[in-house]
């Protein structure tokens, strides 16, 4: 099955162990295996817990308990509405397997994860893309999604918090989303990996999956809860939808290792602590780029709303690849070129990383930008 090479994550491998400091990561700062036992008050217990633990495959969809911490993530869901996958790209990839067939139509809204366009086209599917503009602040156009959705339309995808933007859709958006989706009886599978990570409110915002009863909610341990090692995501969904995934997923993932299920339980059923460190994080970080940004002749953007990136508009004619290329050789400042999400133009930075490499990357990026006379 050809697909397309997946343009963020190559940039990734050629670079990222190649710069000094790492401003393309999307995780809210990764938590060591110690912080994260101290968060949970496990330091004592999980010794004894990993020795009496038997090597077997585990629960084949999830534990119990872990699939309730997810479920506990939601409104209205419980753990039969949980599938456990390995990450959210197992999660993603596992829809659209178990959905989408050769000729089928996606709507999907852009720019969001590669997964969300490459592999339905890679199926065979035909992908309609929504795009999303700095001038409406990213947000979509719901006139014209409505004109993109007809009778045959499989899927709408998005992903909310939005990679790269940081734009969020509220209540009001997902509601309006979800109406034209029903009205054609499409499913919306909504990438919520960067859930958790909103500028305002004191808890995860609003899910597709507690909004549309065919809603889908794909996410993971990895960007809010700065797990990623853990290589742990979920689908939330309608019950009916978990058997047809089940029957795509037994022949690719058998079950997650119990190790990731036993830190994943621990951490979920610890979420308002560490998503609270999270929040700190991100809220903090913000306001330093926020204070860089305007003080950029050369640099714009749409102050995201959530997430963990953003997208900087620069004011130079050079490329976004060979611009981030000359960064990384000049300043040691790794940054993502929006070429490799169709996004030409811009630079997408990480901002939820170590504050102070976002200080001194900042810093540093400011000195080049000031020297290249833009
Ligand atoms: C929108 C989006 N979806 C999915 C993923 C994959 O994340 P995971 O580590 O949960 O597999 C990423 C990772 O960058 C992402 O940005």
Not at 314 to 323: M, Q
Request: charge should be negative.
């Amino acid at each position: 099955m050809k697909i397309t090479p997946f343009g963020v994550e190559q940039w990734m491998n050629k670079w990222e162990n190649h710069c000094e400091i790492n401003l393309a990561e999307t995780c809210v700062a990764s938590l060591t295996i110690e912080q994260l036992l101290q968060i949970c008050g496990k330091t004592q217990a999980m010794p004894g817990d990993l020795a009496a633990m038997k090597m077997t495959y585990g629960d084949i969809t999830g534990s119990e308990p872990l699939r309730s911490a997810v479920a506990a993530l939601f409104e209205r869901r419980t753990a039969a509405n949980v599938m456990i996958t390995h990450g959210t790209i197992g999660a993603n990839a596992l829809i659209y397997q178990t959905l989408v067939s050769a000729g089928d139509k996606v709507v999907s809204i852009t720019p969001s994860y590669q997964q969300h366009t490459a592999i339905p086209e890679s199926i065979g599917a035909e992908v309609l893309r929504l795009p999303l503009r700095a001038e409406d602040g990213y947000l979509p156009d719901f006139d014209q999604l409505e004109r993109l959705v007809g009778e045959d339309t499989v899927v709408i995808t998005l992903t909310n918090p939005n990679n790269p933007t940081g734009a969020v859709i509220g209540r009001k958006g997902l509601e309006r989303i979800a109406e034209i989706a029903g009205k054609s009886g499409a499913w919306v599978l909504c990438d919520e990996v960067y859930r958790g990570t909103e500028q305002q409110g004191d808890g995860p915002g609003m899910s597709m999956a507690d909004l549309y009863h065919k809603g889908i909610s794909t996410g993971s341990t990895s960007k809010a809860f700065s797990l990623a090692g853990l290589r742990l995501g979920w689908i939330v969904g309608p019950k009916t939808l978990m058997q047809a995934v089940e029957v795509h997923r037994d022949y690719n993932t058998i079950s997650v290792g119990m190790i990731d299920d036993y830190f994943a339980t621990m951490a979920l059923e610890n979420a308002d602590s560490i998503l609270e460190r999270s929040r700190h994080i991100t809220r903090e970080n913000l306001a330093l780029l926020d204070a860089w940004v305007t003080g950029q002749a050369a640099v714009d953007y749409v102050r995201p709303s959530g997430g963990t990136t953003a997208l900087l508009q620069y004011d130079l004619d050079t490329p976004s690849y060979e611009l981030c290329e000359t960064l990384i050789r000049e300043t040691g400042v790794m940054l993502t070129p929006g070429s490799v999400m169709d996004m030409e133009g811009t630079l997408r930075i990480g901002f939820a990383n170590n504050t102070d490499d976002l200080r001194t990357g900042l810093l540093r990026l400011g000195e080049w930008f000031g020297k290249s006379g833009a």
